[in-house]
């Protein structure tokens, strides 16, 4: 199946700082990909949908200028979280649409944001 | 309308047994459901997928029940084995949306050995 990989798996940052973290479609073009934010043992819940150039939508409740979203590419996403807190420390899951537009999508395999 | 719901929370099995995972869903205009197998610190694979079409599915030893009219669909696991220890999500989509899922609140499944 098509391969989606992100970067970094986990990243430590100080308070107030400003993470990024990419999102890349290896082996297909991805005209869409997700964003996903996950809590322990809790299901993925949506943060934003990414689209090859245009500006991301954002999902209720989410704050646009606190997760930045770029898709500037077919097959790379970015979400930078800036100005980070402990409470943004979660694990961070990407998917994209596959290929033949069937519905199914791809994950990647996480980033695991600790905030100090 | 736009909820998944998903049972049981968690689900204890021993090696042999089999494991049944449930989900309902309200949207009608739902039509692709497919089960995610995570396992921890790791990003959540596609494990089996089925359309409205049809009313089962069957890949090894996973399958699909999906039961249109009562808008249930379940995931079988025969000969549950201590590798499928992990956590299942349902999901369900449809075809406007593109691939935007909406997930059941997943299942943790232990296979005993």
């Known amino acids: 199946g098509a391969v989606v990989s992100q970067h970094p798996s986990w990243v430590i940052c100080k308070s107030g700082t400003s993470v990024k973290i990419e999102c890349r479609s290896l082996d297909f073009q991805a005209t869409t990909m997700f964003w996903y934010r996950q809590f322990p043992k809790q299901s993925l819940m949506l943060m934003a949908t990414s689209n090859e150039g245009s500006k991301a939508t954002y999902e209720q409740g989410v704050e646009k200028d606190k997760f930045l979203i770029n898709h500037a590419s077919l097959t790379l996403s970015t979400l930078t979280v800036t100005s980070a807190h402990p409470e943004d420390s979660s694990f961070y899951i990407c998917?994209?649409?596959?290929?033949?537009?069937?519905?199914?999508?791809?994950f990647g395999e996480g980033s695991r944001l600790t905030v100090l | 309308q736009q909820q998944v719901k998903q049972s049981p929370q968690s689900l204890i099995v021993q090696k042999g047994g089999i494991s049944i995972i449930n989900c309902a869903y309200e949207n009608t205009a739902f039509d692709y459901f497919p089960w995610y197998q995570q396992f921890p610190g790791k990003g959540p694979a596609l494990l089996i997928a089925i359309r409205p079409d049809v009313s089962e599915k069957k890949e090894g030893r996973f399958t699909i029940s999906f039961n249109k009219s009562a808008k249930q669909f379940s995931l079988h696991i025969m000969d549950s084995q201590p590798g499928d220890s992990a956590t299942y999500f349902c999901?369900?989509?449809?075809?406007?949306?593109?691939?935007?899922?909406?997930f059941g609140e997943g299942t943790q499944l232990t296979v005993n050995p």
């Open positions: 998917s994209a649409s596959g290929p033949m537009n069937t519905g199914e999508l791809f």
């Open positions: 999901a369900a989509t449809d075809g406007t949306s593109g691939s935007r899922l909406t």
